[in-house]
């Protein structure tokens, strides 16, 4: 017998597909997908000691009813018994997954510290603050953007961004779009309402 050995962080970091997502990629309704899945899981297990993992999910109506999860070597088995358009457009869907889950990975690990700089400076950036910062110190807003969000690190653009975010803080400038409660309420009192702001 193979036997396939996960750490339990390998397995709660891996991408997954759920028995409902392979019922419409395999064009099938999902209770006669389960049915072939219950039928397929015994050589499964069989060759490689593991069985598929049952999950569940809720309807329209509110039922909880069963459905798997499967990694992409199991969804691949399961598929073996469709014919090759279905096997097709379910690596296609496996491939969008991969190419997801790098875009996620080329994140950078932040520290502590970084990251609660960057959750501050998202706070007080006001809308055309990523321009602005960008046009002075002469790079795409983009790349501002790329430090703002953590997928890239640049001394001079944090800096900016920074000192952009303590003087909108100091200056109180609105930090949500709207309008300021005190234009506000000097309207309402001028144009004769009672209302409070």
Do not use: H
């Given at each position: 017998m193979l036997t396939l050995h996960q750490s339990p962080a390998q397995a709660k970091n891996e991408q997954r597909i759920t028995s409902l997502e392979m019922a419409e990629i395999t064009q099938t309704l999902h209770k006669n997908l389960l049915q072939s899945v219950r039928n397929q899981e015994v050589s499964w297990s069989q060759v490689t000691?593991?069985?598929?993992?049952?999950?569940?999910?809720?309807?329209a109506s509110g039922r909880k009813l069963p459905m798997y999860e499967f990694n992409q070597a199991e969804s691949l088995y399961i598929a073996s018994k469709f014919n090759d358009e279905v096997r097709a457009r379910l690596v296609?869907?496996?491939?969008?997954?991969?190419?997801?889950?790098?875009?996620?990975?080329?994140?950078?690990?932040?520290?502590?510290?970084?990251r609660l700089t960057l959750e501050l400076?998202?706070?007080?950036?006001?809308?055309?603050?990523?321009?602005?910062?960008?046009?002075?110190?002469?790079?795409?807003?983009?790349?501002?953007?790329?430090?703002?969000?953590?997928?890239t690190r640049s001394a001079r653009i944090m800096s900016a961004l920074i000192d952009q975010a303590v003087y909108n803080k100091e200056q109180n400038r609105q930090l949500v779009i709207g309008y300021a409660p005190d234009l506000l309420g000097q309207a309402i009192s001028r144009l004769g309402g009672g209302a409070h702001v």
């Open positions: 000691g593991l069985k598929f993992q049952l999950s569940e999910y809720s309807d296609v869907r496996w491939m969008q997954l991969e190419q997801e889950n790098s875009k996620l990975k080329r994140r950078l690990k932040l520290r502590d510290d970084e400076i998202a706070k007080y950036l006001i809308p055309g603050d990523q321009k602005s910062i960008a046009n002075k110190l002469g790079v795409a807003r983009r790349t501002v953007s790329a430090v703002k969000c953590g997928r």
